[in-house]
């Protein structure tokens, strides 16, 4: 996205407000994140944030909605200002919902699957990978909030290096022989990871590239 674009959100009042809501987004959802790795981990007991992790869910689609209401309003008022900058916050919020989507899958993942995914030879790849989305979250979130396009060039390649590790991963997982229950849950860990990865590149994608070209990463 033009740079100019994320200035004019910054500059007026309203579209600042949709700015700063969906930063929220983003915090929240890294949040959820976080919780669903430490339960899968063993860190923390499913039903100890069970709460939380669902009330966060639901905040996040509200600010989805809420959104989208504020920018079908402003352009009602304003039919002809700001639409190439409502058109980007209208994708990358869809973005930071499916993200919370995700994340909420992968806590799922732990209540459904008797696996301890603490242990195994697969402990090292999936923490890995854990940690480096982690990483992501905060550095999404800064590159959109201030039009970096050297932080979402890196952003965008670190993307393209865990869709790698994910892919490689299931191919491991299809060839191994694990029992069922352990490979059908790696392999849904690697792809729920993926899956966030891509929707993170898809807001920093935002940051360098057209209106036309959003959503370049769809559910791939």
């Not at 994140?33 to 499913?46: C, E, N, P, R, Y």
């Not at 919370?100 to 923490?127: H, Q, W």
């Not at 191919?171 to 229950?181: A, E, G, Y």
């Not at 993926?194 to 920093?204: E, Y």
Request: glycine share 2%; charged share 30%.
């Amino acid at each position: 996205m033009l740079k100019e674009l994320l200035d004019m959100l910054r500059a007026k009042s309203p579209l600042n407000d949709m700015l700063n809501e969906f930063t929220q987004m983003i915090e929240k959802t890294e949040w959820m994140f976080d919780t669903a790795v430490q339960v899968l981990m063993a860190k923390k007991g499913s039903a100890e944030v069970a709460k939380d992790l669902y009330a966060k869910d639901k905040e996040v689609n509200e600010h989805q909605r809420s959104i989208r209401r504020k920018i079908i309003s402003h352009l009602t008022l304003h039919p002809h200002a700001d639409v190439p900058a409502c058109l980007v916050l209208m994708s990358v919020v869809k973005d930071a919902e499916r993200v919370g989507d995700y994340c909420k899958n992968i806590y799922e993942l732990s209540t459904m699957f008797d696996v301890a995914f603490d242990k195994g030879r697969y402990k090292t790849p999936l923490k890995e990978l854990a940690e480096q989305l982690e990483n992501l979250f905060g550095k999404t979130r800064k590159a959109f909030m201030w039009s970096d396009e050297e932080a979402a060039h890196a952003i965008i390649a670190k993307g393209d290096m865990i869709t790698a590790q994910c892919d490689m991963l299931i191919k491991q997982l299809i060839v191994d022989n694990l029992p069922t229950n352990k490979a059908v849950a790696y392999t849904l860990l690697a792809r729920y990871f993926k899956r966030v990865s891509s929707h993170l590149v898809n807001i920093a994608t935002s940051v360098v590239t057209s209106v036309d070209n959003l959503d370049h990463f769809d559910e791939a």
